[in-house]
């Protein structure tokens, strides 16, 4: 079955400092990457969405890399803030059956400290 | 547009009763997913429902179900309910069916079993 680490539970950063996330997959082999953050009490937001025959993507100050050989996507914000310490959650499609579904990681939650 | 709207946002119910929860996605998208989201097991795929029919299945009993209506509205129902049920189901919605699509989340049903 397919299993979606995320680097660490909890990461303490210096605001202006860059924030690193890990996200390693294995068994599968996906087409496509994503990018959540996740506010206390509130659903998931979409950020970010890379495809397997794309190296990196860019927003802002958000940066997504996807090394389908390594089987693991860096998810970057650089100059971070407080407003940006939230739970950050990578998600995969997933073939099951005849059926794609999009499986969650656990998150890292992400502490911006000034 | 308006967003994902889930309801009710806080249910308290006791073991052995049933529960009915609601979900309204945004406008013109037509696949409705559902999580279960508990602090052990992060977000967990329910199931997914496009043009009124289940199209995705996620490895939950049966006491797990749901339906989607002709607007796009959905349900999703837990019979005989579980101390263990007690979690955050999100809705999310989005205009294509599977994973290469990015989910827009509702804030959430935070059902607590006693």
Not at chain 1, 13 to 21: D, F, H, P
Not at chain 2, 56 to 73: A, E, L, Y
Request: aromatic share 10%.
């Amino acid at each position: 079955s397919q299993k979606i680490e995320q680097n660490s539970e909890a990461l303490n950063i210096q605001e202006g400092k860059t924030a690193t996330l890990t996200c390693n997959y294995t068994n599968y082999s996906p087409a496509y990457l994503q990018w959540y953050r996740q506010d206390p009490g509130r659903g998931p937001v979409f950020l970010l969405l890379i495809r397997e025959n794309e190296k990196e993507k860019r927003k802002e100050r958000l940066k997504v890399t996807f090394d389908t050989t390594l089987k693991q996507s860096l998810f970057h914000i650089t100059a971070s803030q407080p407003a940006d310490s939230a739970t950050y959650l990578c998600a995969l499609d997933y073939i099951s059956g005849s059926a794609r579904q999009l499986t969650f990681g656990s998150g890292t939650q992400l502490t911006v400290l000034p | 547009k308006a967003g994902v709207t889930q309801t009710p946002r806080y249910l308290i119910k006791t073991r052995g009763q049933q529960v009915t929860l609601s979900c309204s996605p945004i406008s013109g998208h037509r696949s409705v997913s559902w999580y279960q989201q508990t602090p052990g097991q992060g977000l967990q795929f329910l199931f997914e429902y496009f043009s009124e029919t289940q199209r995705n299945k996620g490895n939950f009993p049966g006491r797990f179900s749901g339906r989607q209506f002709s607007n796009s509205r959905s349900e999703m129902n837990v019979s005989t309910l579980e101390l263990g049920d007690s979690a955050l189901y999100l809705c999310a919605s989005s205009p294509r069916q599977g994973g290469n699509s990015p989910l827009h989340f509702g804030n959430g049903t935070r059902l607590t079993v006693t």
